[in-house]
């Protein structure tokens, strides 16, 4: 039974680009939230993919945005890159119901020069 | 703003002994969840205890909750030098929809053979 897994495992990128992430969930699971965390913190919740639909929303800017595919994959695109969105980008799969325990990935670790 | 906040930022002990760490939180949760995490790689879904229960254990790791003081601790005994990690406290917070986690900062446990 795979796990989350995430692609790519390490990425860099400069100020100004647009860099898109990528996760599939656990199998079975239908709930694919994202988190950021920078270095020696913990991790901050971006938002929530529930039925192709962002469900919930932490506090970052429009220029994070995501998706979720029917297969329950999901992305997570930032635009206009900066030196402060360096940090690792995990993403956590759940189900809708039930204990609703997150599972994560290994995540990408992004630096923006 | 973090939900959870870990008391202490670090922890160095021998193997063998025991190591606590405790989480503080500010609002009403459904549940609170411990993760460890090693050398900035994903989390890893330690325990779940809900806000009616008091107390879990899972083999070594123990965790009570006093939702009257919005605490919890995790105790691990017997350690090892593999324990040797990040340990987060997350809290899930009542909500209409959804189940964003709120990380506290963590506790970096060092475990010296």
């Known amino acids: 039974d795979a796990g989350v897994t995430q692609s790519p495992t390490h990425l860099i990128k400069t100020r100004g680009q647009q860099v898109t992430l990528r996760c599939s969930p656990k199998s079975g699971h239908d709930t694919v939230s994202w988190y950021q965390q920078a270095l020696g913190q913990g991790p901050q919740f971006i938002f929530q993919y529930y039925e192709e639909e962002e469900r919930q929303r932490g506090n970052f800017p429009d220029r994070f945005s995501g998706h979720q595919f029917p297969n329950y994959s999901s992305e997570l695109n930032v635009n206009a890159l900066l030196l402060g969105d360096s940090a690792l980008y995990l993403c956590?799969?759940?189900?809708?119901?039930?204990?609703?325990?997150?599972?994560f990935g290994p995540g990408t670790r992004l630096l923006v020069l | 703003s973090q939900q959870g906040e870990e008391d202490p930022q670090a922890l160095s002990i021998q193997e063998g002994e025991n190591a606590t760490m405790n989480c503080s939180y500010k609002t009403s949760i459904n549940n609170l969840q411990w993760y460890r995490q090693n050398s900035g790689r994903g989390l890893v879904h330690l325990i779940l205890?809900?806000?009616?229960?008091r107390e879990k254990h899972s083999g070594r790791l123990r965790v009570t909750l006093d939702t009257s003081k919005k605490s919890s601790s995790l105790l691990i005994t017997a350690s090892r030098a593999a324990d040797t990690a990040s340990y987060f406290c997350a809290t899930d917070v009542r909500q209409a929809a959804g189940n964003k986690l709120t990380f506290g900062g963590g506790t970096r446990v060092l475990v010296k053979p």
């Open positions: 205890i809900r806000s009616n229960e």
């Open positions: 956590a799969s759940s189900l809708s119901a039930g204990r609703k325990t997150q599972y």
